[in-house]
Protein backbone atom coordinates (compact mmCIF):
# COMPACT_ATOMS: atom_id res chain seq x y z
CA UNK A 1 0.00 0.00 0.00
CA UNK A 2 1.35 3.43 -0.92
CA UNK A 3 0.84 6.36 0.86
CA UNK A 4 1.32 9.76 -1.49
CA UNK A 5 1.55 13.28 0.20
CA UNK A 6 -1.83 15.77 -0.15
CA UNK A 7 -0.96 19.07 -0.70
CA UNK A 8 -2.96 21.06 1.27
CA UNK A 9 -3.82 22.81 -1.59
CA UNK A 10 -6.96 23.27 -1.42
CA UNK A 11 -9.61 26.06 -2.57
CA UNK A 12 -10.24 29.22 -0.40
CA UNK A 13 -14.05 28.31 -0.50
CA UNK A 14 -13.51 24.66 0.91
CA UNK A 15 -10.97 26.08 3.07
CA UNK A 16 -13.91 28.87 4.63
CA UNK A 17 -16.64 26.09 4.54
CA UNK A 18 -14.37 23.90 6.53
CA UNK A 19 -13.46 27.12 8.97
CA UNK A 20 -17.20 28.01 9.28
CA UNK A 21 -18.30 24.18 10.99
CA UNK A 22 -14.89 24.63 12.83
CA UNK A 23 -16.34 27.82 14.23
CA UNK A 24 -19.59 26.66 14.65
CA UNK A 25 -18.34 23.83 16.62
CA UNK A 26 -16.58 26.46 18.94
CA UNK A 27 -19.78 28.39 19.27
CA UNK A 28 -21.53 25.46 20.19
CA UNK A 29 -18.45 24.36 22.97
CA UNK A 30 -19.30 27.80 24.04
CA UNK A 31 -22.33 26.98 25.95
CA UNK A 32 -20.96 23.56 26.78
CA UNK A 33 -18.98 22.89 30.06
CA UNK A 34 -15.23 22.74 29.51
CA UNK A 35 -13.48 20.13 31.40
CA UNK A 36 -10.34 19.54 31.78
CA UNK A 37 -9.89 16.53 33.65
CA UNK A 38 -8.60 14.03 30.49
CA UNK A 39 -5.79 16.27 29.79
CA UNK A 40 -4.61 16.06 33.51
CA UNK A 41 -5.37 12.15 33.46
CA UNK A 42 -3.26 12.36 30.34
CA UNK A 43 -0.34 14.39 32.31
CA UNK A 44 -0.65 12.03 35.33
CA UNK A 45 -0.04 9.53 32.25
CA UNK A 46 3.12 10.88 31.62
CA UNK A 47 4.55 11.00 34.86
CA UNK A 48 3.22 7.30 35.37
CA UNK A 49 5.55 6.24 32.28
CA UNK A 50 8.45 9.03 33.27
CA UNK A 51 8.74 7.08 36.37
CA UNK A 52 8.58 3.43 35.14
CA UNK A 53 11.00 4.52 32.35
CA UNK A 54 13.39 6.92 33.77
CA UNK A 55 12.85 6.90 37.59
CA UNK A 56 12.14 10.65 38.16
CA UNK A 57 8.82 12.28 38.41
CA UNK A 58 7.60 15.17 36.25
CA UNK A 59 8.10 17.33 39.12
CA UNK A 60 12.02 16.86 38.90
CA UNK A 61 12.03 16.57 35.20
CA UNK A 62 12.77 19.10 32.28
CA UNK A 63 10.10 18.71 29.83
CA UNK A 64 9.46 19.85 26.22
CA UNK A 65 6.74 19.89 23.78
CA UNK A 66 6.33 20.01 20.42
CA UNK A 67 3.88 21.82 18.49
CA UNK A 68 1.76 23.27 21.78
CA UNK A 69 -0.90 24.52 19.70
CA UNK A 70 -3.32 27.56 19.61
CA UNK A 71 -4.54 26.79 23.05
CA UNK A 72 -1.37 25.54 25.22
CA UNK A 73 -3.46 24.13 28.07
CA UNK A 74 -0.89 21.65 28.50
CA UNK A 75 2.42 23.64 28.70
CA UNK A 76 0.67 26.22 30.53
CA UNK A 77 -0.65 23.39 32.94
CA UNK A 78 2.63 21.77 33.77
CA UNK A 79 4.26 25.61 34.11
CA UNK A 80 1.38 26.21 36.48
CA UNK A 81 2.02 23.14 38.47
CA UNK A 82 5.47 24.27 39.14
CA UNK A 83 7.06 21.90 36.52
CA UNK A 84 10.11 23.18 34.73
CA UNK A 85 8.17 22.85 31.21
CA UNK A 86 8.89 25.09 27.78
CA UNK A 87 7.96 24.09 24.08
CA UNK A 88 7.74 25.08 20.53
CA UNK A 89 5.25 25.82 17.75
CA UNK A 90 5.47 26.90 14.37
CA UNK A 91 2.68 29.90 15.02
CA UNK A 92 2.63 32.76 17.69
CA UNK A 93 -0.12 31.33 20.25
CA UNK A 94 -2.15 34.63 21.52
CA UNK A 95 -1.32 34.33 25.45
CA UNK A 96 -2.23 37.94 26.85
CA UNK A 97 -4.03 38.86 23.11
CA UNK A 98 -2.37 42.13 23.59
CA UNK A 99 -2.44 43.94 19.97
CA UNK A 100 1.47 43.44 19.87
CA UNK A 101 0.89 39.69 20.23
CA UNK A 102 -2.14 40.13 17.80
CA UNK A 103 -0.06 42.22 15.19
CA UNK A 104 2.85 39.34 15.42
CA UNK A 105 0.67 36.54 14.90
CA UNK A 106 -0.64 38.39 11.60
CA UNK A 107 2.35 38.78 10.46
CA UNK A 108 3.95 35.54 11.07
CA UNK A 109 0.56 32.89 10.68
CA UNK A 110 -0.62 34.99 7.96
CA UNK A 111 -3.91 36.82 8.01
CA UNK A 112 -6.13 33.49 7.89
CA UNK A 113 -4.63 31.23 10.51
CA UNK A 114 -4.35 34.72 12.65
CA UNK A 115 -7.49 35.66 12.05
CA UNK A 116 -9.25 32.15 13.32
CA UNK A 117 -6.90 32.37 16.47
CA UNK A 118 -8.13 35.86 17.19
CA UNK A 119 -11.98 34.95 16.75
CA UNK A 120 -10.73 31.63 19.18
CA UNK A 121 -9.13 33.47 21.53
CA UNK A 122 -12.40 36.02 21.68
CA UNK A 123 -15.22 33.13 21.66
CA UNK A 124 -13.33 30.32 24.07
CA UNK A 125 -9.92 30.86 24.86
CA UNK A 126 -10.94 33.30 27.87
CA UNK A 127 -13.60 31.09 29.64
CA UNK A 128 -11.65 28.19 29.14
CA UNK A 129 -8.80 29.69 30.66
CA UNK A 130 -11.00 30.58 33.77
CA UNK A 131 -11.73 27.22 33.92
CA UNK A 132 -8.07 26.11 33.91
CA UNK A 133 -7.28 28.37 36.57
CA UNK A 134 -10.34 27.30 38.78
CA UNK A 135 -9.25 23.36 38.41
CA UNK A 136 -5.27 24.30 38.71
CA UNK A 137 -6.81 25.87 42.41
CA UNK A 138 -8.46 22.66 43.35
CA UNK A 139 -4.63 20.99 42.88
CA UNK A 140 -3.12 24.05 44.89
CA UNK A 141 -1.61 25.37 42.23
CA UNK A 142 -2.21 29.54 40.58
CA UNK A 143 -2.50 29.73 36.91
CA UNK A 144 0.65 31.12 35.62
CA UNK A 145 1.38 32.08 31.77
CA UNK A 146 5.15 32.45 31.36
CA UNK A 147 5.66 34.08 27.86
CA UNK A 148 9.43 32.91 27.44
CA UNK A 149 8.57 29.47 27.91
CA UNK A 150 6.70 29.52 24.50
CA UNK A 151 9.40 29.53 21.93
CA UNK A 152 7.88 30.47 18.19
CA UNK A 153 9.99 28.85 15.62
CA UNK A 154 9.95 25.37 13.38
CA UNK A 155 10.82 22.56 15.55
CA UNK A 156 12.68 20.56 12.72
CA UNK A 157 15.33 23.40 12.29
CA UNK A 158 15.51 24.25 16.52
CA UNK A 159 18.77 24.50 17.56
CA UNK A 160 18.59 23.24 21.31
CA UNK A 161 21.66 22.41 23.81
CA UNK A 162 22.24 18.56 23.89
CA UNK A 163 21.09 16.19 26.95
CA UNK A 164 18.62 18.37 27.79
CA UNK A 165 15.65 16.96 28.60
CA UNK A 166 14.01 14.38 30.47
CA UNK A 167 10.50 14.43 28.88
CA UNK A 168 9.97 15.53 25.48
CA UNK A 169 6.13 15.04 24.25
CA UNK A 170 4.30 15.32 21.60
CA UNK A 171 0.18 15.54 20.20
CA UNK A 172 -1.36 15.67 17.20
CA UNK A 173 1.88 17.00 15.47
CA UNK A 174 3.58 15.00 13.38
CA UNK A 175 0.94 14.20 11.10
CA UNK A 176 1.13 17.89 10.32
CA UNK A 177 5.08 17.91 9.41
CA UNK A 178 6.41 17.00 5.77
CA UNK A 179 8.08 13.31 5.94
CA UNK A 180 11.65 14.96 5.08
CA UNK A 181 11.15 17.50 7.89
CA UNK A 182 10.48 15.04 10.03
CA UNK A 183 13.66 12.62 9.35
CA UNK A 184 15.14 16.16 10.71
CA UNK A 185 13.68 16.46 13.61
CA UNK A 186 13.49 12.58 15.06
CA UNK A 187 17.21 12.75 15.37
CA UNK A 188 17.33 16.25 17.00
CA UNK A 189 14.74 15.28 19.68
CA UNK A 190 16.77 11.91 19.99
CA UNK A 191 19.52 14.52 20.65
CA UNK A 192 18.00 17.37 22.76
CA UNK A 193 16.90 14.46 25.21
CA UNK A 194 18.85 13.01 27.97
CA UNK A 195 20.69 9.57 27.09
CA UNK A 196 17.98 7.67 29.63
CA UNK A 197 15.11 10.13 28.51
CA UNK A 198 11.87 9.57 27.53
CA UNK A 199 9.70 10.71 24.38
CA UNK A 200 6.02 10.33 24.27
CA UNK A 201 4.72 11.53 20.67
CA UNK A 202 1.05 10.88 19.60
CA UNK A 203 0.45 11.71 15.77
CA UNK A 204 -3.15 11.07 14.54
CA UNK A 205 -1.96 8.33 12.09
CA UNK A 206 -3.52 8.64 8.96
CA UNK A 207 -4.60 5.57 7.83
CA UNK A 208 -7.26 5.50 10.51
CA UNK A 209 -10.86 6.82 10.52
CA UNK A 210 -10.02 10.16 11.87
CA UNK A 211 -6.76 10.48 9.39
CA UNK A 212 -8.31 12.21 7.05
CA UNK A 213 -8.65 15.75 9.39
CA UNK A 214 -12.30 15.86 7.71
CA UNK A 215 -14.66 17.85 10.55
CA UNK A 216 -17.09 14.61 9.43
CA UNK A 217 -15.13 12.46 10.78
CA UNK A 218 -13.56 13.91 13.84
CA UNK A 219 -13.50 12.40 17.27
CA UNK A 220 -16.40 11.94 18.74
CA UNK A 221 -18.59 12.65 15.81
CA UNK A 222 -17.58 9.10 14.27
CA UNK A 223 -19.55 7.69 17.40
CA UNK A 224 -22.41 9.81 16.42
CA UNK A 225 -24.80 8.09 14.44
CA UNK A 226 -27.07 10.90 13.56
CA UNK A 227 -23.97 13.00 11.80
CA UNK A 228 -25.06 13.64 8.21
CA UNK A 229 -21.97 13.54 5.87
CA UNK A 230 -21.22 14.29 2.53
CA UNK A 231 -18.09 12.33 3.11
CA UNK A 232 -17.83 8.68 3.33
CA UNK A 233 -15.91 6.22 6.32
CA UNK A 234 -12.11 6.44 5.35
CA UNK A 235 -12.66 8.95 2.50
CA UNK A 236 -9.20 9.96 2.70
CA UNK A 237 -7.88 6.60 1.44
CA UNK A 238 -11.02 5.98 -1.14
CA UNK A 239 -12.50 8.46 -3.25
CA UNK A 240 -10.66 11.40 -1.53
CA UNK A 241 -13.44 14.08 -2.97
CA UNK A 242 -12.67 16.38 0.25
CA UNK A 243 -9.52 17.24 0.57
CA UNK A 244 -8.95 18.90 4.58
CA UNK A 245 -8.39 22.49 5.45
CA UNK A 246 -4.58 21.18 6.69
CA UNK A 247 -1.07 20.24 5.37
CA UNK A 248 -1.09 15.95 6.34
CA UNK A 249 2.16 13.80 5.62
CA UNK A 250 0.08 10.90 5.05
CA UNK A 251 1.98 8.58 6.88
CA UNK A 252 0.43 5.18 8.13
CA UNK A 253 1.76 3.45 11.56
CA UNK A 254 4.27 1.66 10.32
CA UNK A 255 6.05 4.63 8.55
CA UNK A 256 6.24 6.15 11.88
CA UNK A 257 7.72 3.19 13.25
CA UNK A 258 10.22 3.01 10.63
CA UNK A 259 11.31 6.66 11.35
CA UNK A 260 11.09 7.02 15.38
CA UNK A 261 13.14 3.61 15.16
CA UNK A 262 15.87 4.96 13.32
CA UNK A 263 16.67 7.32 16.82
CA UNK A 264 14.80 5.70 19.45
CA UNK A 265 13.69 2.02 20.69
CA UNK A 266 10.31 1.88 20.79
CA UNK A 267 9.52 0.38 24.24
CA UNK A 268 5.90 0.45 23.40
CA UNK A 269 2.60 1.48 20.98
CA UNK A 270 -0.56 2.43 22.64
CA UNK A 271 -3.69 2.81 20.42
CA UNK A 272 -5.53 5.12 22.33
CA UNK A 273 -8.72 4.49 20.40
CA UNK A 274 -8.69 0.67 19.24
CA UNK A 275 -11.13 -0.73 16.66
CA UNK A 276 -12.68 3.01 16.08
CA UNK A 277 -15.15 3.07 13.40
CA UNK A 278 -15.09 -0.99 12.61
CA UNK A 279 -18.85 -0.47 12.38
CA UNK A 280 -18.06 1.07 8.94
CA UNK A 281 -15.76 -1.53 7.76
CA UNK A 282 -17.99 -3.34 5.50
CA UNK A 283 -19.30 -3.39 1.77
CA UNK A 284 -17.46 -1.44 -0.43
CA UNK A 285 -15.98 0.10 2.62
CA UNK A 286 -14.13 -3.15 3.53
CA UNK A 287 -13.46 -3.79 -0.40
CA UNK A 288 -11.93 -0.35 -1.20
CA UNK A 289 -9.63 -0.82 2.08
CA UNK A 290 -8.84 -4.55 1.53
CA UNK A 291 -5.16 -3.37 0.80
CA UNK A 292 -4.91 -1.53 4.14
CA UNK A 293 -3.72 -4.24 7.08
CA UNK A 294 -6.23 -3.71 10.35
CA UNK A 295 -3.37 -2.27 12.12
CA UNK A 296 -3.53 0.55 10.13
CA UNK A 297 -6.91 0.99 10.08
CA UNK A 298 -7.95 0.55 13.31
CA UNK A 299 -4.93 2.84 14.26
CA UNK A 300 -6.08 6.94 14.83
CA UNK A 301 -3.79 8.19 17.71
CA UNK A 302 -0.88 5.76 18.63
CA UNK A 303 1.22 6.85 21.56
CA UNK A 304 4.95 5.86 20.78
CA UNK A 305 6.53 5.28 23.85
CA UNK A 306 10.54 6.14 23.11
CA UNK A 307 14.05 5.67 24.22
CA UNK A 308 16.98 7.54 22.82
CA UNK A 309 19.73 4.55 21.01
CA UNK A 310 22.30 6.88 22.46
CA UNK A 311 20.96 5.84 25.94
CA UNK A 312 21.25 1.88 24.61
CA UNK A 313 24.82 2.42 23.37
CA UNK A 314 26.12 4.48 26.37
CA UNK A 315 24.64 1.63 28.53
CA UNK A 316 26.59 -1.16 26.36
CA UNK A 317 29.67 0.96 25.89
CA UNK A 318 29.73 1.17 30.00
CA UNK A 319 29.05 -1.63 30.24
CA UNK A 320 32.06 -2.64 28.50
CA UNK A 321 34.53 -0.24 29.56
CA UNK A 322 32.97 0.11 33.08
CA UNK A 323 35.64 3.38 33.68
CA UNK A 324 33.21 4.81 31.75
CA UNK A 325 31.24 5.50 34.58
C1 LIG B 1 -3.31 20.02 15.55
S1 LIG B 1 -2.32 21.18 16.37
C2 LIG B 1 -2.05 20.34 17.91
C3 LIG B 1 -1.74 21.29 19.01
C4 LIG B 1 -1.59 20.69 20.41
N1 LIG B 1 -0.50 19.76 20.47
C5 LIG B 1 -2.87 20.04 20.83
O1 LIG B 1 -2.87 18.83 21.08
O2 LIG B 1 -3.88 20.73 20.96
C6 LIG B 1 -0.76 21.02 15.55
C7 LIG B 1 0.23 22.07 16.00
O3 LIG B 1 1.52 21.72 15.49
C8 LIG B 1 2.17 22.90 15.12
N2 LIG B 1 3.24 22.56 14.17
C9 LIG B 1 3.12 22.02 12.93
N3 LIG B 1 4.31 21.89 12.35
C10 LIG B 1 5.23 22.34 13.24
C11 LIG B 1 6.64 22.48 13.23
N4 LIG B 1 7.34 22.11 12.14
N5 LIG B 1 7.25 23.00 14.30
C12 LIG B 1 6.53 23.40 15.39
N6 LIG B 1 5.19 23.28 15.46
C13 LIG B 1 4.54 22.77 14.41
C14 LIG B 1 1.06 23.73 14.51
O4 LIG B 1 1.39 25.10 14.45
C15 LIG B 1 -0.08 23.45 15.46
O5 LIG B 1 -0.13 24.36 16.51
Same mark, same amino acid.
Do not use: N
Given at each position: VKFSPS???? %?ILRKGAENVKLLRTHVRGRYAPVQFSSMFDQLEEYDTRLHEQTGRRLRQAQVFEIG????PWRLIALVSMGIDASGVDVEVP?? %? #??WREVLEAFRRNGSQRALKSLVRHMLVDKRERSVLAQELQQRGCDLRIEASRFLVSDATSLDLPDDQFDLIFSE +???????TPSLEALVPRMAKWLKPDGLALISPNVF???? #????SEWSYPS?????VKRKSAPWEHLRARRFPPNTFLNELGRSQYRELLAQEFAIVEEVV??? +?? #?????? #?DVARDLSGYPEEELFSNKVLFVLRPNKGKSLSLARSAFPELR
Open positions: TADV %SYGARLL %S #GG +DVFEHIATGIL #GGHLVLDPTLLP +DL #GREYLT #G
